[in-house]
């Protein structure tokens, strides 16, 4: 996982985007999409977001797959997650 990935809930319809890790505090800043005029930023636990993916909860939005984020504003950091791959 890494900023600027965008993926998508069984409990919600729409887009979450990654926007910013702050790892030390075990927080996850995401931009949830219900449309691309309606969206919203909130504060997830990260910890709690990646047993998420593990328990099949969110998935990574594939090729083609309806997309309710915009791409005008951009998210900006990443940092090293050991469970999700080299990026988050």
Known sequence: MKAG????SKHFKGTVRVDRFLKEKNILKVTVFASPTNHWEE?????HT????TRGDYSYLKDGEKDHSR????PNSSVCHPFLGDTI
């Open 5 to 8: 990935d965008k993926f998508k």
């Open 50 to 53: 990646v047993i998420g993916f």
């Open 43 to 47: 504060n997830w636990n990260l910890e």
């Open 71 to 74: 791409d005008d504003d951009k």
